[in-house]
């Protein structure tokens, strides 16, 4: 009996890691994925980046595409282990933006 595989679509698809790029750059990384019909967008940031998550968020609702809403922020922290294997408490944020 053969074994069938469906292939899932990548659950990180639409999911932006906001870096120490210009905040720039993740707005148009927003907006790409919005043009190449995306419904939803994610936007995941660490630490001292969260800044820059919620900078991009707003310049794309405020500037670029009014049409598109906030529709969920998620907030968590999670526990890096650091190169000396200490345990690190950094803040996490998600923020969807969608159409």
Do not use: W
Not at 1 to 22: A, L, S
């Amino acid at each position: 009996m053969e074994e069938t595989t469906t292939v899932q679509p990548r659950k990180d698809e639409n999911v932006i890691y906001v870096g120490k790029k210009p905040t720039m750059s993740y707005v148009l990384a927003t907006i790409t994925q919005f043009n190449n019909g995306a419904e939803s967008v994610i936007l995941k940031a660490r630490g001292k980046l969260i800044s820059t998550a919620v900078d991009t968020a707003e310049i794309v609702r405020n500037r670029f595409m009014p049409n598109c809403k906030i529709a969920d922020i998620k907030i968590k922290t999670e526990e890096l282990t650091s190169e000396d294997g200490s345990l690190n408490k950094v803040s996490a944020i998600e923020i969807t933006i969608q159409k």
